[in-house]
């Protein structure tokens, strides 16, 4: 593998325009665009279009399903989120590749970080300017780099931007899954992990909310009367904490219990909040066993419980597909001077929901920076035309045929 001069040309493009690339997502971090700002998401989803117009292909404002979602008092709920963006070239090429990303950010309408400014160190600090609309710039500018490309007919691409990945992905899950089955090989452009490696084995997450309904009684008057909620909760609480430390890499994380009301009254309502994490599908449906015993088992009388949720993103391994694709990327980045190594993390992103659906997919290609989902959120301005340009590069040599698709598809298929 080589550097071309029609290589060469495309990864020009990409340098040539990197000023525009960095501005481009600082002006898109400065438009709120938290997971549950419908108005935000709204205000993004136009500049995105309007990008996704300078690319004459096939756009579309994709429907996402509605989620249900457990309030504090225990009622459930239907919510709605906002479309998704999909953008498509060449569909009939024979190889297809799926790019994906979300415009969405973990920092609601309210936050007080709504701004990009610029670190004494140079760094860009600002809300989602990593994670990820710095990413969804590098991976637009690498495609159209990529456009100028005489090979660019062998490869048809598909983009899609949802609206929810930093909730779970409940709304776009059907579509990621649509694109993993069809395509050969996915691209998406989460930050890479803060020393510039690749994310490497995933592990699968869950999130669970466990109802729980009592009797409400005066707390002097009738206290044997009630059934108290919350202290049914705290001890489902501890039990599901108990689980820890049972299968090595499973995790559970108690994260919130809500309910109850004024002091002199016995709580009748409580929800317990956890999230659980996983490295292979064995342990998955362990845990989901697990979980579903202690829901069915009542910590007293006069209670009831009710789980909602589950496993909402399988786990990642380095099967031969990853391996293979890692290594072609690896090799890639060093043409370009780029060391490129990969670990594996217990974060998940929708790399995962791609890989349930057949899709080997390499899903750190974003920018780098660091502390993402606080205030102290950060990029490094030059990671941007450095990720491009081997965003682009990676097309390229899907185009030629040194990177096969094809074959990575099929490694793929084989260990489903």
Not at 149 to 177: F, M, N, Q, Y
Request: proline share 5%; net charge negative.
């Amino acid at each position: 593998m080589r550097i071309l001069p029609h290589d060469q040309t495309v990864l020009d493009h990409v340098a040539a325009r990197e000023p525009a690339i960095v501005e481009r997502a600082i002006g898109w971090s400065n438009v709120n665009s938290g997971s549950r700002n419908a108005a935000g998401l709204a205000r993004m989803l136009d500049l995105l279009e309007a990008e996704a117009r300078r690319f004459g292909g096939e756009i579309a404002r994709l429907p996402t399903r509605a989620s249900s979602s457990v309030d504090d008092d225990g009622a459930v709920r239907s919510e709605a989120h906002a479309d998704a963006l999909r953008i498509s070239m060449r569909p009939d090429a024979p190889v297809q590749v799926i790019l994906t990303g979300h415009y969405d950010t973990v920092f609601p309408a309210g936050s007080a970080f709504q701004t990009v400014v610029t670190r004494a160190d140079g760094a860009l600090n600002g809300p989602g300017i990593a994670d990820m609309k710095g990413g969804v710039s590098v991976m637009l500018a690498a495609l159209e780099a990529f456009e100028t490309h005489p090979d660019k007919a062998r490869v048809g691409w598909t983009v899609l931007l949802s609206p929810d990945e930093e909730i779970g992905s409940p709304a776009s899950a059907p579509l990621l899954a649509e694109l993993g089955a069809r395509g050969h090989v996915g691209m998406t452009y989460e930050p890479a992990m803060p020393d510039g490696s690749l994310a490497g084995a995933r592990k699968g997450s869950g999130n669970y909310h466990l109802i729980v309904t009592g009797k409400a009684a005066h707390a002097g008057r009738a206290f044997d009367e009630g059934a108290n909620a919350v202290a049914g909760a705290a001890i489902l609480a501890a039990r599901l904490h108990a689980l820890n430390g049972r299968r090595e890499g499973v995790t559970v994380n108690v994260a919130k219990i809500a309910g109850g009301g004024p002091l002199n009254v016995v709580a009748d309502n409580a929800v317990v909040r956890f999230n659980v994490r996983v490295p292979d599908r064995a342990a998955s449906d362990w845990i989901e066993a697990a979980v579903r015993e202690i829901a069915a088992d009542i910590p007293f009388p006069g209670l009831t419980l009710d789980l909602h949720g589950g496993m909402t993103r399988a786990p990642k391994p380095m099967d031969a597909s990853q391996t293979a694709l890692f290594e072609a990327v690896r090799d890639a980045g060093a043409l370009l001077g780029q060391t490129l190594a990969w670990k594996p993390s217990g974060g998940v992103c929708e790399g995962n929901n791609l890989h349930a659906a057949g899709l080997p997919n390499i899903d750190t290609l974003g920018v780098l920076g660091g502390d993402i989902h606080s205030d102290q959120e950060f990029a490094w301005p030059a990671s941007f035309v450095e990720r491009a340009q081997l965003s682009a590069l990676i097309l390229c040599k899907i185009a030629s045929g040194e990177i096969d698709a094809l074959k990575l598809k099929s490694l793929r298929l084989e260990t489903m």
